[in-house]
């Protein structure tokens, strides 16, 4: 079975500043996607980056990248410049690559952005 | 383009009662998926419709069920509320199911509050 991981229930950033969620997940698969989805007060669900796991590079988007360690299967997503509509809860997410209906979620970071 | 709208906002139901959650996906979007966000929890895979078929479901009881409609749309049935059934329930759609979907990743719903007193 795949788990996904995270470490931090909640963290804060002071705005501007960098700030660094953590996520690790445990599969016995090589080929598989990771996604880190954002879920603000207004609840709604939305993707802010996604990786795949057979390609090296990084993935960024803009002032989000991710920190990905596939032998270490850790996946940790970066802040940078952080504004206060960042604050929300944060999860990771794992599927495999053929699989598309079974998305294991992480149990979320609450991420608070100081002013 | 409308996101997945889902209704109602909140709900509320007294244990041993019937809740029916309704989901309205993307257009275009054929699959459907419900997934349940307890208090502390990630959200947990409930069930997976497409082409109006259950594909797959997750470690839920058979209480839960649903069924998705000619067009995508979907219903997700709990019977026999209990307390801990009291949670958010997400809505998800994406065009593609199947092998292929990494560029079509989940578009989620805003949820409903299930509250079982």
């Known amino acids: 079975a795949q788990t996904v991981t995270q470490s931090q229930p909640e963290m804060s950033v002071q705005e501007a500043e960098t700030v660094t969620l953590s996520c690790t997940y445990d599969t016995s698969e090589s080929d598989y996607y990771l996604f880190w989805y954002k879920q603000p007060p207004s609840r709604q669900m939305i993707l802010v980056i996604r990786?795949?796991?057979?390609?090296?590079q990084n993935a960024t988007e803009n002032r989000f990248s991710v920190n990905f360690q596939k032998a270490a299967k850790s996946f940790s997503l970066k802040i940078s410049d952080s504004q206060l509509g960042d604050a929300a809860m944060y999860f990771c997410?794992?599927?495999?690559?053929?699989?598309?209906?079974?998305?294991?979620f992480g149990a979320g970071t609450r991420l608070t952005v100081k002013p | 383009e409308a996101g997945v709208t889902q209704s109602p906002t909140h709900l509320i139901k007294t244990r041993g009662q019937q809740a029916t959650l309704r989901c309205s996906p993307i257009s275009g979007h054929t699959s459907v998926y419900w997934y349940q966000q307890a208090l502390g929890l990630g959200l947990q895979f409930l069930l997976w419709?497409?082409?109006?078929?259950?594909?797959n479901r997750g470690n839920f009881p058979p209480r839960f069920s649903g069924r998705q409609f000619p067009n995508y749309s979907s219903e997700l049935n709990v019977n026999a509320l209990e307390l801990e059934d009291s949670a958010l329930y997400l809505c998800a759609s994406s065009r593609i199911p199947g092998q292929y979907s990494y560029n079509s990743p989940l578009h989620f719903g805003n949820g409903t509050r299930l509250t079982v007193t």
């Open positions: 419709y497409d082409e109006g078929e259950e594909r």
């Open positions: 990786q795949e796991a057979y390609k090296q």
């Open positions: 997410a794992y599927r495999r690559r053929d699989n598309n209906n079974d998305m294991r």
